[in-house]
């Protein structure tokens, strides 16, 4: 009954395609679910990830860094370290060139992605330009462009001293960055060369933009300019996604302002992540988490979730005390959670190593981003950390694709900080995050079968590669956990696609091909035993 009801779900799987029809469809392929921003990768490490890795296992896409041209520090004068990673939001044009590559190299990933079914996300720097000025030939942009040149900022200095001003907000610099005008002072230029920009991009085959700093840009700014995008190459509506930083609710500027020009960044998921990822607030509150209007959370529609982000992680944008890769067993606890829960649209980091805030990607001396280098583990090494590959993330972005749209349901826990669920009968989760061994005997939800813990490990032909866990004929399984370590995961991750013994188990879900092979086969055998029977 299992294999048959697996078969079934993932041959019709395989066989519907998307239909999309607005920018709040991410335009993912295939059922899958989940963004990696690959945070200042090449181009060409881009293309070769998404052949080698992120299609095979099932990702959905991949948000890139600005690709336009941007200012180069070689001196910076704000730390010791030069071509910091913030050049690249300092952007100077609109042409194809930036430390991660030219044109043809973007073009190509683009290309290389979309045909292994991994979309192209791209974080557009529009609200400003550089730093410094306002005169940008290679727009070409001069001070008429410009907000504050144009007289709509109401401070003498051209900055935002006051966040509750909305006046301030989006007219005014934000880091003195050069605010760009997009009404009809200019007749409307500044939103032209925006869109100019986008659309070049969407006819190379992108999928859908992060719009940065979109706090500070009018909604109906935004939404003109959305408009006017063209389909993607695919079909369908490009996908937005914006960055509206509201971590206290208490800000003047509302994400929900944004809803109608696409789906916003959910600040406050990190900082929950956190707390539920270092125990220091019990697992068994987060039953209706994001749901409950207590949490205080956007609509689950609305919203993009992420554990940490490029900012955040530095305590930049939206900082503070989140977690990454330098807490390990806290970090994967959150991502695992924030994987297994049916809120939101799910993007993970993939960073580098860093000392210092400003620290850019690992570079040679001239500040030429150096290769990624996958090791003989087939994880990361020269300073790339490459957490998409870990073990328990990849596994987990699995568990998502599996568990769909299905809902939370078995919902246990003792009381404090031991919890399970299940998502529907596609998928169980259960934590552990509790300083001793904990033990239960939970409903899964499953049908009864043997499945490999993809916490530790994935299907072979002989069994699984890390642990399993049996599930009786009523759907309850004994479920074992010693408490977490950096070494150890005190989790528990099943999917009905990820059974023990199954060799046609490749990245995330049975291969089409020996889906059919199989279904045949059992229809072949089936035809057999009527005709005995009769």
Same mark, same amino acid.
């Given at each position: 009954?299992?294999?048959?009801?697996?078969?079934?779900?993932?041959?019709?799987?395989?066989?519907?395609?998307?239909?999309?029809?607005?920018?709040?469809?991410?335009?993912?392929?295939?059922?899958?679910?989940?963004?990696?921003?690959?945070?200042?990768?090449?181009?060409?490490?881009?293309?070769?990830?998404?052949?080698?890795?992120?299609?095979?296992?099932?990702?959905?896409?991949?948000?890139?860094?600005?690709?336009?041209?941007?200012?180069?520090?070689?001196?910076?004068?704000?730390?010791?370290?030069?071509?910091?990673?913030?050049?690249?939001?300092?952007?100077?044009?609109?042409?194809?060139?930036?430390?991660?590559?030219?044109?043809?190299?973007?073009?190509?990933?683009?290309?290389?992605?979309?045909?292994?079914?991994?979309?192209?996300?791209?974080?557009?720097?529009?609200?400003?330009?550089?730093?410094?000025?306002?005169?940008?030939?290679?727009?070409?942009?001069?001070?008429?462009?410009?907000?504050?040149?144009?007289?709509?900022?109401?401070?003498?200095?051209?900055?935002?001293?006051?966040?509750?001003?909305?006046?301030?907000?989006?007219?005014?610099?934000?880091?003195?960055?050069?605010?760009?005008?997009?009404?009809?002072?200019?007749?409307?230029?500044?939103?032209?060369?925006?869109?100019?920009?986008?659309?070049?991009?969407?006819?190379?085959?992108?999928?859908?933009?992060?719009?940065?700093?979109?706090?500070?840009?009018?909604?109906?700014?935004?939404?003109?300019?959305?408009?006017?995008?063209?389909?993607?190459?695919?079909?369908?509506?490009?996908?937005?996604?914006?960055?509206?930083?509201?971590?206290?609710?208490?800000?003047?500027?509302?994400?929900?302002?944004?809803?109608?020009?696409?789906?916003?960044?959910?600040?406050?998921?990190?900082?929950?992540?956190?707390?539920?990822?270092?125990?220091?607030?019990?697992?068994?509150?987060?039953?209706?988490?994001?749901?409950?209007?207590?949490?205080?959370?956007?609509?689950?529609?609305?919203?993009?979730?992420?554990?940490?982000?490029?900012?955040?992680?530095?305590?930049?944008?939206?900082?503070?005390?989140?977690?990454?890769?330098?807490?390990?067993?806290?970090?994967?606890?959150?991502?695992?959670?924030?994987?297994?829960?049916?809120?939101?649209?799910?993007?993970?980091?993939?960073?580098?190593?860093?000392?210092?805030?400003?620290?850019?990607?690992?570079?040679?001396?001239?500040?030429?981003?150096?290769?990624?280098?996958?090791?003989?583990?087939?994880?990361?090494?020269?300073?790339?950390?490459?957490?998409?590959?870990?073990?328990?993330?990849?596994?987990?972005?699995?568990?998502?694709?599996?568990?769909?749209?299905?809902?939370?349901?078995?919902?246990?826990?003792?009381?404090?900080?031991?919890?399970?669920?299940?998502?529907?009968?596609?998928?169980?989760?259960?934590?552990?995050?509790?300083?001793?061994?904990?033990?239960?005997?939970?409903?899964?939800? *499953?049908? =009864?079968? /043997?499945?490999?813990?993809?916490?530790?490990?994935?299907? +072979?032909?002989?069994?699984? &590669? %890390?642990? #399993?866990?049996?599930?009786?004929?009523?759907?309850?399984?004994?479920?074992? *956990?010693? =408490?977490? /370590?950096?070494?150890?995961?005190?989790?528990?991750?099943? +999917?009905?696609?990820?059974? &023990? %013994?199954? #060799?046609?188990?490749?990245?995330?879900?049975?291969?089409?091909?020996?889906?059919?092979?199989?279904?045949?086969?059992?229809?072949?055998?089936?035809?057999?035993?009527?005709?005995?029977?009769?």
């Amino acid at each position: 009954m299992l294999y048959g009801k697996t078969v079934l779900c993932v041959v019709l799987s395989l066989l519907t395609t998307g239909v999309f029809s607005s920018i709040t469809e991410p335009n993912f392929a295939d059922g899958r679910t989940v963004i990696v921003h690959l945070f200042e990768w090449k181009w060409t490490d881009i293309a070769e990830e998404c052949e080698r890795f992120l299609g095979p296992h099932k990702f959905a896409g991949v948000q890139v860094s600005p690709p336009s041209e941007h200012l180069v520090f070689a001196d910076n004068p704000y730390s010791e370290y030069d071509y910091p990673w913030w050049e690249r939001y300092q952007p100077i044009g609109y042409q194809l060139i930036s430390r991660s590559g030219t044109p043809e190299e973007f073009a190509d990933m683009v290309t290389r992605c979309l045909a292994v079914d991994v979309r192209i996300y791209v974080d557009a720097v529009i609200n400003h330009m550089a730093g410094g000025g306002y005169v940008f030939p290679k727009v070409p942009f001069d001070e008429g462009d410009f907000n504050v040149k144009l007289g709509l900022c109401p401070t003498e200095d051209g900055g935002i001293h006051d966040v509750n001003d909305t006046v301030q907000m989006r007219y005014c610099n934000l880091l003195a960055l050069a605010d760009i005008h997009y009404g009809e002072l200019n007749n409307y230029y500044g939103r032209d060369k925006v869109v100019e920009y986008l659309n070049k991009m969407i006819d190379m085959g992108v999928a859908g933009f992060r719009i940065d700093a979109a706090k500070h840009m009018y909604p109906a700014e935004l939404d003109d300019v959305a408009n006017r995008l063209h389909d993607c190459t695919f079909g369908g509506r490009p996908y937005i996604y914006q960055e509206v930083i509201d971590r206290f609710s208490n800000e003047a500027i509302k994400p929900s302002e944004y809803f109608e020009t696409g789906d916003v960044t959910e600040f406050k998921f990190c900082d929950q992540m956190a707390l539920l990822g270092r125990a220091s607030v019990p697992a068994d509150r987060f039953q209706n988490f994001g749901f409950d209007p207590s949490w205080g959370m956007m609509p689950s529609e609305s919203a993009i979730i992420f554990v940490e982000n490029h900012d955040n992680q530095r305590n930049h944008g939206g900082g503070g005390d989140i977690l990454s890769f330098q807490e390990p067993r806290e970090y994967k606890i959150g991502i695992a959670f924030g994987l297994a829960w049916n809120y939101g649209t799910a993007r993970i980091f993939s960073g580098y190593v860093f000392e210092h805030s400003d620290q850019g990607p690992p570079s040679d001396t001239s500040g030429n981003t150096n290769n990624v280098v996958i090791n003989a583990e087939g994880m990361c090494d020269g300073g790339w950390i490459c957490e998409h590959r870990w073990r328990e993330i990849r596994n987990m972005v699995c568990f998502r694709n599996v568990a769909g749209d299905e809902p939370v349901e078995n919902w246990w826990d003792n009381g404090d900080n031991f919890i399970a669920f299940s998502r529907g009968d596609k998928a169980f989760f259960a934590l552990n995050n509790e300083r001793i061994r904990q033990s239960e005997t939970l409903q899964t939800g *499953l049908p =009864p079968g /043997t499945y490999c813990n993809l916490i530790t490990g994935e299907p +072979t032909a002989t069994g699984c &590669s %890390g642990s #399993s866990v049996v599930v009786n004929e009523d759907g309850y399984a004994y479920v074992d *956990l010693l =408490p977490s /370590t950096d070494e150890r995961d005190a989790m528990v991750a099943l +999917t009905i696609a990820a059974t &023990s %013994g199954r #060799s046609d188990y490749t990245g995330c879900v049975v291969e089409a091909a020996a889906v059919q092979l199989k279904f045949n086969l059992l229809l072949i055998a089936i035809t057999v035993l009527v005709q005995l029977i009769y």
